[in-house]
């Protein structure tokens, strides 16, 4: 990518759905693919698909196409998932227990280190293949695992204090799922998932006499 362009977040997000779609491609032996079946396979229109892979360069052939492997690795190396994530998780209720546990994150090399949790009953206790790890330890523990995600799936009311321990312990990255907003330094990217707000919008769509 040339130096001094930023490249929007819808992007970034259009290009992690690409990866995924590419994925699946290359599993089921797909060679080529077009702007056109990108259309259709994810609904972005195929000007917008091309524009979104110009930022980094140039990618396929006219009148050929894209080779399936050859862009799904370079989409991939842009969003830097050619070597495995570390990913911690704060939070050992019923969402973080459900999160520890998603094997698609293997897939597509994100790994979960390590769980933590402030609840003495749940410290120490397996959680899949992990034990629950105290909170209050998570800048030490970090030290070692080295993770630069962090998911924050705990209660509002804590949240922001989980947030303020995980940027201590070094992580740069969150994926908060608590539904609050987040103040946090620069240089630390946050993303929210707000599944109340997202049913909102569902609800909007809904037919008025459905």
Same mark, same amino acid.
């Given at each position: 990518?040339?130096?001094?362009?930023?490249?929007?977040?819808?992007?970034? %997000?259009?290009?992690?759905?690409?990866?995924?779609?590419?994925?699946?491609?290359? /599993?089921?032996?797909?060679?080529?693919?077009?702007?056109?079946?990108?259309? +259709?396979?994810?609904?972005?229109?195929?000007?917008?698909?091309?524009?979104?892979?110009?930022?980094?360069?140039?990618?396929?052939?006219?009148?050929?196409?894209?080779?399936?492997?050859?862009?799904?690795?370079?989409?991939?190396?842009? $969003?830097?998932?050619?070597?495995?994530?570390?990913?911690?998780?704060?939070?050992?209720?019923?969402?973080?227990?459900?999160?520890?546990?998603?094997?698609?994150?293997?897939?597509?090399?994100?790994?979960?280190?390590?769980?933590?949790?402030?609840?003495?009953?749940?410290?120490?206790?397996?959680?899949?293949? $992990?034990?629950?790890?105290?909170?209050?330890?998570?800048?030490? %523990?970090?030290?070692?695992?080295?993770?630069?995600?962090?998911?924050?799936?705990?209660?509002?009311?804590?949240?922001?204090?989980?947030?303020?321990?995980?940027?201590?312990?070094? /992580?740069?990255?969150?994926?908060?799922?608590?539904?609050?907003?987040?103040?946090?330094? %620069?240089?630390? +990217?946050?993303?929210?998932?707000?599944?109340?707000?997202?049913?909102? /919008?569902?609800?909007?769509?809904?037919?008025?006499?459905?």
């Amino acid at each position: 990518m040339p130096d001094g362009i930023k490249v929007p977040m819808p992007t970034l %997000e259009r290009l992690a759905t690409y990866f995924s779609v590419l994925t699946d491609l290359k /599993v089921r032996n797909i060679e080529t693919i077009s702007s056109a079946d990108i259309e +259709t396979r994810t609904g972005v229109n195929a000007a917008q698909f091309r524009k979104d892979l110009s930022y980094f360069g140039e990618f396929g052939r006219p009148g050929i196409g894209y080779n399936v492997i050859e862009l799904c690795s370079r989409i991939s190396r842009i $969003l830097k998932l050619e070597k495995t994530q570390p990913v911690v998780i704060v939070g050992a209720g019923n969402l973080g227990s459900a999160l520890a546990g998603y094997q698609p994150l293997r897939a597509e090399n994100f790994r979960i280190v390590a769980v933590f949790d402030s609840n003495p009953r749940k410290i120490g206790a397996q959680l899949w293949s $992990l034990t629950i790890k105290d909170v209050a330890n998570i800048v030490e %523990e970090n030290k070692t695992l080295k993770a630069k995600i962090g998911i924050v799936a705990v209660p509002a009311s804590v949240a922001q204090e989980v947030a303020d321990r995980l940027v201590k312990a070094k /992580v740069s990255t969150i994926l908060n799922f608590a539904p609050t907003m987040l103040r946090l330094p %620069e240089g630390v +990217t946050v993303r929210n998932v707000d599944f109340v707000q997202e049913l909102a /919008v569902l609800s909007f769509h809904l037919p008025e006499n459905g």
